[in-house]
């Protein structure tokens, strides 16, 4: 091999290595953007919304419920207490199980804090509060009413909901990217974050569990976005 | 197949196709200290040092490109949200174990040709981030990974700073050890495996002069590279 060719190749063989390398390393971090899970995933949200899945859940006050896609919609069999014409609102979605003792607890305190601000601000009419409990095997009505107790929701902003199997369960949770794993002490551990559904079933964006206020005014653009 | 040879194939499969591989990488700290580090040994055990069929090629000129590469390997490794995708996905964590073996194999391959200065920038990168990396596991606020426990990334970040100073103190050791060995006696035999076909001439003034002058007597300065001392033996690969 002559000096020149050696060199060329050479130079063929870094190219390739940094090329590879910058590929993989993009693959990781979704374009050098994030690191976490987390955050690949409020990413990619709020580039592309993801419409909610319709499963069937079981909320609070017993019924055996239409798909969470009719109560993101609210549909008139939902809000029976409202006329069907109302306009949907928005809705900020968590996750939680009612035995949890640690995150579960502060995020029922972020959605009583936007519980009191959508109310002091007459907000009720374009944004809602959805709690969504993964304990498919213990969240009962009575459960998710206590819990609800507890936080003193207000029913018509606040409603708390379970899936009633652990199918439906999986399809929620796979949509909105949370994960759920055993504490090793009898309890979960999992992900927390401010979900917000646009009015037409969409989930728009992911926000850190302390920004509430993030989560409201991402939840009232989503409203106002629709005509 | 030599014994190490074995022992590396053994591991990889071990490690890549067996539940063994799902009780690792139940913690963080297994996928990350265990998991990981040893499919790239495995890697570096399977090959061997800078074969004729790869240099002939000329693609890896001083073993750059293929330490460039391993580096990003690891790099890639070390993210929180790659280690969630191993960690869940099937198809990720086959991606995962192919492309550690493959760092491995590249880094024996690449390992003696980069160098006294190219090894040093390879380690001091790898170890400065793998350290940096454990202390910021050890202080997140939250979890960084949806797979992991909390106290599991405690333990990893610890493990992981642990790890890197090891790497790091030793190589400065045999870094520091290496120009004395003209005048100690007691050079050992890892050493001058350590070393690279360059710095192994200049160390023959040790226990092992004799052993390396006859044997260089009947290689060329480049098959120079791949002498290996054993137990007192000089064995040309």
């Known amino acids: 091999m002559s000096r020149s060719a050696q060199v060329a190749r050479g130079a063929i063989g870094l190219t390739a290595a940094v090329l590879c390398s910058v590929i993989l390393l993009s693959w990781a971090t979704d374009g050098m953007a994030v690191l976490t899970t987390d955050a690949a995933r409020a990413r990619r949200v709020l580039r592309a919304p993801v419409a909610v899945p319709s499963v069937s859940v079981r909320s609070s006050s017993g019924t055996e419920h239409e798909v969470l896609r009719d109560l993101t919609r609210e549909s008139t069999a939902w809000t029976s207490s409202n006329p069907g014409s109302v306009r949907p609102r928005a809705v900020i979605v968590d996750f939680v199980y009612t035995r949890c003792i640690t995150v579960c607890g502060a995020l029922g305190g972020v959605f009583q804090v936007l519980q009191r601000n959508i109310e002091e601000r007459g907000l009720q009419d374009k944004v809602r509060l959805l709690t969504v409990s993964f304990d498919v095997a213990h969240d009962d009505p009575r459960s998710l009413a206590l819990y609800a107790r507890v936080h003193r929701a207000n029913s018509e902003i606040w409603s708390l909901v379970t899936p009633v199997d652990t199918s439906a369960l999986a399809q929620l949770l796979r949509t909105f990217g949370v994960q759920v794993i055993p504490d090793g002490a009898g309890g979960w551990v999992h992900n927390a974050a401010l979900h917000v559904v646009d009015p037409h079933g969409r989930l728009v964006r992911i926000v850190d569990m302390a920004d509430g206020e993030a989560a409201l005014r991402a939840a009232l653009e989503a409203w106002d976005a629709v005509p | ?237």
């Open chain 2, 1 to 237: 197949m030599s014994i190490r040879r074995c022992t590396g194939f053994a591991v990889a499969l071990l490690l890549s196709l067996t539940p063994a591989r799902d009780l690792i990488v139940a913690t963080m700290t297994g996928h990350m200290l265990v998991q990981i580090p040893l499919l790239l040994l495995s890697g570096f055990l399977i090959s061997e040092p800078a074969p004729v069929y790869v240099r002939s090629t000329g693609l890896n000129p001083g073993g750059a490109p293929g330490l460039l590469l391993t580096a990003a390997i690891i790099t890639m490794w070390m993210v929180p949200r790659a280690l969630d995708l191993a960690a869940t996905s099937d198809t990720i964590a086959h991606f995962e174990s192919g492309t550690l073996l493959a760092g491995g194999v590249m880094l024996r391959h690449s390992w003696r040709r980069a160098g006294a200065i190219g090894q040093a920038f390879f380690v001091g990168n790898l170890t400065w981030m793998a350290a940096v990396a454990g202390l910021l596991l050890r202080d997140a606020p939250v979890r960084v990974c949806t797979t992991y426990l909390v106290r599991d990334q405690l333990y990893a970040g610890t493990g992981l700073l642990l790890l890197a100073t090891a790497i790091g103190v030793r190589w400065v050791t045999t870094w520091l050890a290496l120009p004395s060995a003209r005048t100690n006696p007691a050079v050992s035999s890892r050493m001058v495996n350590s070393s690279n076909g360059k710095r192994l001439r200049r160390i023959v003034h040790g226990r092992t002069q004799p052993l390396i002058a006859s044997a260089s007597a009947d290689v060329s300065g480049e098959r120079l590279i791949n002498l290996r001392v054993t137990r007192g033996r000089v064995l040309g690969e």
